[in-house]
């Protein structure tokens, strides 16, 4: 591990480049391979995704593409244990500590799914928009964003989806500018940052509202769950 302190950063005038150096006080620790955990072959092309673990169980959840599945390897161990099979295209993985869950975006189907790591026979599936693909949550709410990468074929299809973990169903969908790529929940702002892979930028979506803001269109969009619509305002 190595600590770094912020001597020798450099700032230079505004328009400028800026030159980052860190001086290390301690040495770098070096990985060394232990060895590898065989995996299912892969049916189709795709490959795998994301992962993430829980920590409780040790378990790292895989998301295999290819497969429609999710893969369950015991980190404390390093076996495989087996798949979550029928969630097709799963793109992403999320996994909620405090909660005990687990959520999948199944990309190729268009749903979430939602699971107990102690149960993954209760795993239930949420409608969402089209293509979920980056997962984040905001533990005060239990509210659940899934960054959707949109059709360029279908009208009005980039859009995040806002699902009520505890309801187990959408309550939001907010339009964004473009294909979405990951996201992440900031609890000190209370906010989504979603990022956009064109046009380039983040779209930041309040958890309270939910609102959006559109930077290119300069355009915000608050959702209104007593009429299911959702309002746009233009700053002029």
Known sequence: MSV?????LKHFQKGQAISLTFLIKEQIMSLQLQGYIDLP?????????????????????????????????????????????????????????????????????????IFSPDDEASLIKVAVGVKPNGLSRDPQRNILLAANVGDPALADSFTVSIVDVEQKKMIASVPVAGRTRWTIFDSRLDCFFVNIAE?????????????????????????LPATHRAAIYVDR
């Open 41 to 113: 072959d892969h049916i189709k092309q795709g490959g795998f995704d994301h992962a993430a673990v829980h920590r409780r169980t040790s378990r790292l959840y895989v998301a295999h593409t290819s497969n429609d599945a999710l893969d369950v390897l015991d980190c404390a161990n390093d076996k495989f244990l087996h798949s979550i099979p029928n969630l097709i295209g799963v793109a992403g993985a999320l996994v909620s500590d405090e909660r005990n869950l687990i959520f999948t975006s199944n990309r190729g189907e268009n749903t979430v799914g």
């Open 199 to 223: 046009p380039f930028e983040i779209a930041v979506i309040e958890a309270n509202t939910p609102i959006g803001y559109d930077v290119e269109r300069n355009k915000v969009y608050a959702f």
């Open 4 to 8: 770094a302190s912020s001597e020798g």
